[in-house]
């Protein structure tokens, strides 16, 4: 038996290196360690609907879902994934062929890098990117290709889009409302996107958790848009809407073939996940359109009381047109390193936030950009704000 590394080659492979630990995990792990308010990682102080959570629990009392569900997962869930895509987006997807359940969004991605590419595919997303992309995009041996949103819109260069597709580009991926800038994709930027992927016959995935939170525009699903729905595979999640994110329910909707193809891929990943949640999950995308608008309500509430606040208290704010997240930028602090910034708030006063330069691979271009997210208690981000006023003096 050999002992040890053998030859000094280090345990994590070539395609994973580099990858370290999520910048959520480092700040909350900080927040945690320090104490401070964390306005960091996504994710709410304040737990979702109690019918949902009691669905849950029966769902566990009951014995549903505590071994094994189906692998695409119930079909109770698939049934309400459809008929959700019907009821908010007039699409119409086959519960038993074009609905795949997932271990939250996080592994629908991974699973459709891991079936839809071949090594050495290109890759094209928008950076700054969510985190987990480039890591899914590298285990799939992909190449990504990134284009800069640039400060202060975030809007999508769609020239260069144009320019960024090559005989290798295979596949688009997309996130809007895009986190962390809280950019929302226009119908005209969606319509030029979806003739370029028509053009070069390409696929795209489209992430879309934060679907429900859009403050101004409207969300569009890429797959409703002529030539798409064939080429598109839809991804969301119920961590966001729903306000559990520990449960990690997630859904892919696409034409049946890529269905197929992602859930070859998926069934050897987790198989299944979260047998009883998703029974509760069923019951909450079937909540009446009510709550869907309180909770965007509530959630544009928010977003104002943290913007006017970081306003105030002196950071340049780039208001979000969706998601629950605000990137500022900390140049009027006469900083420049948000990473530096991000890993000293907490001792400088109280709160945790998190620095986006991570998520772009030009290191100059989102610098001095911090991220702070609203799906907290509002006395929780007042107190957060009076803390940050005190960055000024
Ligand atoms: N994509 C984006 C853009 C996200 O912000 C997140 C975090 N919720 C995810 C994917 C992962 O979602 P989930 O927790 O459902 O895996
Ligand atoms: N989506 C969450 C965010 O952007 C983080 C989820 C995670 O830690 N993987 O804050």
């Not at 899914?136 to 889009?161: E, H, N, S």
């Not at 996130?175 to 370029?196: D, K, Q, Y």
């Amino acid at each position: 038996m050999t002992q040890g590394r053998p030859q000094g080659r280090p345990h994590l492979n070539r395609r994973l290196s580099g990858f370290g630990t999520t910048i959520f995990a480092e700040m909350s792990a900080l927040a945690v360690r320090t104490g401070a308010i964390n306005l960091g990682q996504g994710f709410p102080d304040t737990d979702g609907p109690e019918e949902i959570r009691e669905a849950a629990v029966r769902a566990l009392r009951d014995g549903r879902g505590n071994q094994y569900p189906p692998g695409p997962g119930i079909p109770e869930l698939r049934t309400a994934v459809a008929d959700h895509q019907h009821r908010f987006h007039g699409l119409t997807f086959d519960p038993d062929t074009e609905v795949l359940v997932t271990a939250g969004a996080t592994e629908a991605i991974a699973a459709s890098m891991l079936a839809l590419l071949e090594p050495g595919d290109e890759v094209i997303a928008f950076e700054p990117f969510y985190d987990s992309y480039a890591a899914c995009i590298a285990m799939a041996g992909g190449v990504r290709v990134p284009l800069t949103l640039r400060a202060p819109d975030f809007r999508p260069d769609l020239d260069a889009l144009r320019d960024a597709i090559t005989p290798r580009t295979r596949l688009l991926l997309l996130n809007s409302p895009h986190n962390p800038t809280g950019m929302v994709l226009t119908r005209e930027e969606l319509a030029t996107i979806a003739e370029l992927a028509v053009a070069h016959d390409l696929l795209v995935v489209t992430d879309e958790v934060y679907e429900h939170l859009v403050f101004e525009g409207e969300h569009i699903p890429l797959i409703s848009l002529p030539g798409m729905r064939d080429r598109t595979v839809s991804i969301s999640s119920a961590g966001k809407t729903f306000s559990y994110t520990g449960w990690k329910v997630g859904w892919i909707t696409a034409d049946a073939s890529l269905v197929s193809a992602v859930r070859t891929a998926k069934q050897f990943l987790t198989y299944v996940s979260a047998g009883p949640f998703q029974y509760a999950i069923a019951e909450a995308l079937r909540l009446p359109d009510t709550y869907f608008e309180a909770f965007r309500s509530d959630l544009r509430h928010k977003r104002d009381l943290l913007a006017d606040g970081l306003r105030t208290a002196g950071f340049e704010v780039y208001r979000p047109q969706g998601t629950y997240f605000i990137t500022t930028d900390i140049a009027p602090f006469g900083e420049k390193d948000a990473h530096a910034f991000c890993r000293t708030l907490p001792e400088r006063c109280g709160v945790v936030a998190i620095p986006n330069s991570v998520f772009y691979d030009d290191p100059e271009a989102g610098r001095g950009q911090v991220r702070f997210t609203f799906c907290k208690r509002a006395d929780v981000m007042e107190t957060a704000i009076e803390r940050l006023s005190g960055l000024r003096t």
